[in-house]
């Protein structure tokens, strides 16, 4: 980091402490500084899920495409994890090893982390993520060492997660795409006809759990000459252009806003209603933002691999993919602007479903909740489970004209394979005490 953010940082910390004389210095000292640092009161918000609608505002702001926003999203998460990790030593690191100075506050070392990592990511921004970090030390008390402690050490993290992440592959110079002119391939669609799929950067992007993009990879989508294949044309053709209000409204709804920012605002909602707790938040959000970024890197890994055509092409070409019971229809248009990548499998079905996985092994899948979408202000949609959730995502793709159903049930296999590998394999719990070495109490 740059030494003179560093500084800025670090006096920061010092604005909101009180004089040293008023902490003693001894452990039990540090001891009271961390806990009451850490504890909010009934009123005072928990900072982990208020960086979290931070990043989801910064994602906003920018005007990230969804499929990056997932890899922004968990850098940023994967630095608040280890900040607090760091302190608390409970779980498995994402890749930063637990050394956070004794007596450190977890609440400063997220708002470090998350401020650091986005500031890096969106330095236009920093002018207002610097007025967040001011006003959530203010909340944060007066606690001197134990804040100054958990700031520099979040602070710390964030650039080592950075660092790590820089060596990615995702900003790699891309191949030259050279078109498929079988039936089945990708063609540029309308409006844009773009002739190079987006963001296939994501395809050869190191994961931040999976062993490789491929690791998950689907089966091929049926044979352009299949009954399934049939069956699934004629259903995005009938329902992608012509669809009923509610059909209509529930795929402006799934399209108006990036999975990360939906399910990210369910994820802090149902949090907050059972109280988990900073460590647990942090761990939960995680969790979460690196399931999304790794199913992303996942899909986009098939899209490349299998290089499908859009309903808008197959539609107008049905006569060439010798099927019978598939009728050309030239100058068929979707409900709305077909996306320029690749069909197979749906990515917002892969990513959901990687959330609901990740949601429904904390909270259970027979969770209600309400959802929102940025691009539909004043509208909710309620649900009983995540998994119903995940289901009208399918539909949505479906109603929109943009994707074959046997691509979204592909993609909810993709997910729920990247949510159960990390589940597995990631954030796992190395110690049970209510009290940890260095006196800082759990949450």
């Known amino acids: 980091m740059h030494l003179y953010r560093r500084i800025a940082i670090l006096a920061a910390a010092a604005f909101v402490s009180l004089p040293c004389a008023a902490a003693s210095g001894t452990p039990a000292a540090a001891k009271t500084q961390a806990v009451r640092a850490d504890h909010r009161s009934s009123s005072d918000p928990n900072v982990v899920l208020v960086w979290n609608q931070t990043l989801m505002t910064a994602l906003a702001t920018a005007g990230t495409p969804a499929p990056v926003g997932t890899r922004l999203g968990a850098i940023v998460q994967s630095a608040v994890f280890d900040a607090v990790n760091g302190v608390a030593r409970r779980f498995t690191p994402i890749h930063v090893v637990p050394a956070a100075p004794g007596g450190s506050s977890r609440a400063a070392a997220a708002v470090g982390a998350a401020h650091e990592a986005l500031v890096s990511l969106f330095p236009s921004q920093q002018a207002t ?103 699934d044309f004629n259903e995005v053709k009938a329902f992608g252009n012509a669809t009923t209000p509610d059909q209509t409204a529930t795929a402006i709804f799934w399209n108006s806003d990036t999975p990360t920012a939906i399910w990210d605002r369910v994820a802090g909602q149902v949090a907050q209603a059972h109280d988990l707790g900073l460590a647990a938040d942090a761990r939960l959000l995680a969790r979460l933002n690196m399931a999304l970024a790794d199913t992303a890197i996942a899909i986009w890994e098939a899209k ?140």
């Open 129 to 231: 993520l610097d007025a967040q970090l001011a006003a959530s030390l203010a909340a944060l008390g007066k606690d001197d060492k134990s804040i100054a402690r958990g700031l520099a050490w979040g602070t710390s993290v964030a650039d080592q997660i950075l660092a790590w992440r820089a060596t990615d592959h995702f900003s790699d110079p891309l191949p030259v795409y050279v078109p498929g002119t079988q039936p089945g391939n990708w063609q540029p669609t309308p409006p844009g006809f773009g002739t190079q799929p987006l963001f296939r950067q994501l395809a050869a992007t190191t994961p931040f759990a999976l062993t490789s993009p491929s690791q998950f990879r689907p089966a091929a989508p049926p044979p352009l000459s299949s009954a399934r294949y049939a069956a």
């Open 304 to 443: 490349n691999y299998f290089d499908t055509w859009r309903p808008v092409t197959a539609i107008a070409h049905a006569d060439t993919d010798d099927n019978p019971d598939t009728t050309a229809q030239p100058g068929w248009k979707p409900l709305l602007t077909t996306p320029a990548f690749q069909e197979f499998p749906s990515g917002h079905s892969g990513v959901s479903a990687a959330a609901a996985a990740i949601l429904a092994s904390v909270f259970g899948n027979d969770t209600a909740f309400t959802a929102k979408s940025a691009g539909v202000p004043g509208v909710e949609r309620s649900f009983a489970s995540f998994s119903d959730a995940v289901a009208q995502v399918n539909d949505a793709r479906v109603f929109a004209g943009f994707h074959f159903r046997f691509a979204c049930e592909a993609a909810n296999r993709v997910g729920a394979n990247v949510a159960n590998y990390i589940n597995q394999t990631m954030f796992l719990r190395v110690r049970d005490q209510d009290e940890d070495d260095d006196g800082d109490q759990q949450d």
